[in-house]
């Protein structure tokens, strides 16, 4: 069980905020970073997956690592998860520490553990955060209870360790996120009838590889499952020119947007 503040709006429900970090992958491109989104629940800083060049994107839109209080990691591929060694590092090594103790929960795959033990064998003290508690939370359940909202879980088609997200509040407002994954069972289920859909688009349908969704795949799951507004993210270079929304397919009044970095969306 998880205490915080809570920051209830108008409605009386809890505020969701997403802003994409980084709607790329591991190839450079101009316009679009590694891997990296930020979740507002309430009072509650999420950050989800983290490639290079995600932390720097947070002081862009007003938020200090020291904001950040859980992080939860779709798998282990480097373009989700580098920058947890410059994150440690500025927690190790900041300008000024905050007056209060700070606590930053770690959510992934069982494996993450060995990663990060290696990471730490790798930078030792460099990145030791004696100041700062980071606790790590193997995921092993579908479905993960905070105070103020739930997290839901299933496995992702693209490597052993993948996960997708599904945050929801008692009064249904949800995000899900896909992590890297091909199309697969495992995610309509999750996503069903959410309000946010942030799923990865990898490649055009003509380079399709598996573990990664392309505009067919990604429009049947979105035919499938009935968002109330899709994001399309994770784009390749080779997928990434004005046609990338009309090739998807979807059925007609299910809104769908290409993802740019530091979008900011209310749900
Ligand atoms: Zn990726
Ligand atoms: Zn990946």
């Known amino acids: 069980m998880v205490t915080q503040n809570t920051d209830k709006s ?41 490639g290079a060049g995600t932390i720097r994107k947070l002081p862009l839109i007003g938020v200090s690592i020291w904001d950040i209080t859980k992080i939860f990691y779709s798998h282990l591929h480097i373009d989700h998860t580098l920058d947890l060694i410059p994150l440690l590092f500025a927690y190790t090594h900041p300008s000024s520490f905050p007056k209060n103790r700070h606590k930053v929960e770690i959510f992934a795959h069982k494996d993450f553990k060995a990663h990060y033990n290696a990471l730490k064998n790798v930078y030792g003290k460099l990145i030791s955060c004696k100041k700062v508690d980071i606790v790590l939370k193997a995921i092993r359940e579908s479905s993960l209870n905070f105070r103020d909202y739930t997290v839901k879980t299933a496995p992702a088609l693209h490597t052993p360790q993948s996960i997708a997200f599904r945050f929801e509040t008692p009064d249904n407002k949800s995000l899900v996120y896909s992590g890297d994954t091909d199309y697969c069972s495992n ?79 209310d749900i």
């Open 187 to 265: 995610l309509v289920s999750l996503a069903k009838n959410c309000n946010l859909l942030l799923a990865e688009c990898s490649l055009p349908d003509e380079m399709a590889v598996k573990g990664h969704m392309t505009p067919k795949s990604v429009a049947r799951l979105i035919n499938e499952t009935r968002p109330k507004q899709t994001i399309i993210t994770h784009i390749y270079p080779e997928n990434d020119d004005p046609t990338l929304i009309n090739r998807i397919k979807t059925r007609k009044n299910i809104p769908v947007k290409i993802a740019e970095d530091l979008q900011q969306v």
């Open 10 to 50: 108008s409605k009386g429900g809890l505020n969701l905020k997403l802003t994409i970090l980084g709607s790329g992958t591991s190839a450079p491109s101009k316009n679009r970073g590694n891997s990296g989104y930020l979740l507002e629940i309430g009072a509650d800083k999420i950050l989800i997956d983290g």
